[in-house]
């Protein structure tokens, strides 16, 4: 199972980006996928996460202004990201719950490997 993260960029204040993120593998089904961020001296936190349903919940600072979605055909996520502030410069880390259905059924916590954010002018 692997995640794979895209998308990251500098863009000025109020500017927008579109983080992306597929797992990949075989025989598996992904349940919650969602977005965290670390900046610099501060720790991780969640910015967004959505259920396979649908449900949706955002960080209270994102609100508004970020929207997440996935399509589960295809196993991805994505955070799109308007009104973009300073505060919002962070390595953005994508996360799936995900039921690998081998011989036995294992649930691992899937870390993609990070892409990084800078809003500033």
């Known amino acids: 199972v692997q995640l794979q993260a895209s998308g990251g960029g500098s863009v000025q204040p109020g500017g927008s980006l579109r983080l992306s993120c597929v797992a990949s593998?075989?025989?598996?089904?992904?349940?919650?996928m969602g977005w965290y961020r670390q900046a610099p001296g501060r720790q991780r936190e969640l910015v967004a996460v959505?259920?396979?349903?649908?449900?949706?919940n955002y960080v209270e600072s994102v609100k508004g202004r970020f929207t997440i979605s996935r399509d589960n055909a295809k196993n991805t996520v994505y955070l799109q990201m308007n009104s973009l502030k300073p505060e919002d410069t962070a390595v953005y880390y994508c996360?799936?719950?995900?039921?690998?259905?081998?011989?036995?059924?294992?649930?691992?916590?899937?870390w993609g490997q990070g892409t990084l954010v800078t809003v500033s002018s």
């Open positions: 996360n799936a719950k995900i039921l690998i259905f081998n011989d036995e059924i294992v649930a691992v916590n899937e």
């Open positions: 593998g075989r025989r598996l089904r992904v349940d919650d």
């Open positions: 959505i259920s396979s349903g649908g449900t949706i």
